[in-house]
């Protein structure tokens, strides 16, 4: 059972006081504050731990400060939508909103190379209004001997370019709690010319002790991708890890499942758990179609199959899209066969939001009263 207090509550307050002696007093019942300072307000939610069954909603709603109460009647306490729950499905991180409403674009490299290339690709993403790219420099690679990324070398020149085109938000992999350290050390250094989103790969969605350190910082949102080979309950308990360390500025990430089934794609795309993840919990929900087709093919009709997943995702409500471009992928290190050349990025925007305004018009259809 979650109590929401009135916004502002403060913990010096007798009410306050008052709220926490008697909840300290119930029988087999722990609980557990949580606090959410935004812009305008600070929330306070109370998470009463152990026999809550025995507890009246109605009563608990009578407490002093107490506006409302959640009964949570399904896993994934903190991130999961339970019955008449109306808590936040968004957050802002550096002036970018992100939310279960709206969609946000971040098109980029893989994996940082040059900085050459990093320049021109933030010239095209500002040259078309975008202002959030994803920049690899820490790549998981399955062999030992590939290119590992350029790791915090390149975090200087990442960091002031972005700054320079007016990026706000770069997505970046993270595998070890001494890159997120690097990332917080290299914005300070550089000025904090933009912000980062860290990525949790899908090798290392279970790696609990990664996700326990990265939801334990505040500072930076997370994006957490789908763990390629388990199920969709275990992916979504490892996004509830960073939440319940304390970090709630999670998005949930689809990127394919690992089988043979979704061949000749480079992973069986799972775009149809959009809506899903949604339902389930309050994430911003995140389709990455480069990892999920892997690769440039044209379909009959004219359009390259990652676009149409980028399409399949979108109208049915994705909130982000991480798809990789490159302007010279025969160059490029990691994964140039997917990625998109850099004349095709307005195509590609037009084609989301050719799609984005179909789901908009759905959503509209699905809402008219039935006669
Ligand atoms: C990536 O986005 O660069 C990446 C490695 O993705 P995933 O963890 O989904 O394979
Ligand atoms: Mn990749």
């Given at each position: ?187 300070r250094q550089t000025g904090n010319p933009t912000g ?100 440039r093919n044209r379909a009959p009709d004219g359009a ?18 991480l798809v990789d471009f490159h302007p010279n992928p ?42």
């Open positions: 059972m979650i109590l929401i207090l009135t916004p502002n509550t403060s913990a010096d307050s007798a009410d306050y006081r008052q709220l926490t002696d008697y909840l300290g007093n119930l029988p087999n019942i722990s609980f557990r504050t949580h606090q959410e300072r935004g812009s305008a307000q600070t929330l306070t939610e109370i998470y009463l731990i152990g026999n809550t069954a025995a507890l009246s909603a109605a009563d608990m709603e009578t407490l002093p400060s107490v506006e409302r109460v959640v009964r949570i009647s399904e896993e994934y306490r903190i991130l999961g939508r339970h019955h008449d729950d109306q808590r936040p499905t968004e957050f802002d991180y550096n002036g970018v909103r992100f939310a279960q409403d709206n969609l946000n674009v971040f098109a980029g490299l893989c994996a940082v190379d040059t900085p050459e290339h990093v320049e021109i690709m933030m010239r095209a993403l500002r040259d078309n209004g975008q202002v959030c790219t994803r920049m690899g420099a820490y790549k998981p690679r399955t062999s030992p001997y590939a290119f590992q990324g350029h790791g915090k070398a390149c975090l200087p020149y990442v960091f002031e370019l972005a700054g320079k085109y007016d990026i706000k938000v770069i997505a970046m992999e993270v595998t070890h709690e001494s890159h997120v350290n690097e990332i917080r050390e290299t914005l980062v989103m860290l990525q949790i790969g899908t090798r290392n969605t279970q790696n609990f002790e990664l996700l326990k350190i990265v939801g334990r910082q505040t500072e930076f949102p997370v994006l957490l991708k789908r763990g390629f080979g388990i199920t969709l309950d275990e992916s979504l308990n490892a996004a509830e890890y960073l939440a319940s360390e304390g970090n709630r500025k999670v998005i949930f990430g689809l990127r394919g499942m690992k089988t043979n089934m979704g061949d000749p794609h480079r992973n069986l795309v799972d775009f149809a758990h959009v809506p899903t993840v949604k339902r389930l919990t309050r994430m911003p929900v995140c389709i990455d179609p480069s990892h999920s087709v892997g690769g390259l199959e990652v676009m149409h997943a980028t399409a399949q995702g979108v109208i049915s409500g994705a909130n982000m899209i025969g160059k490029a290190l990691v994964d140039g066969p997917q990625a998109l050349l850099l004349e095709e990025l307005p195509l590609f925007l037009d084609d989301v939001r050719i799609a984005r305004e179909a789901y908009e018009k759905r959503i509209q259809l699905a809402r008219r009263p039935l006669h």
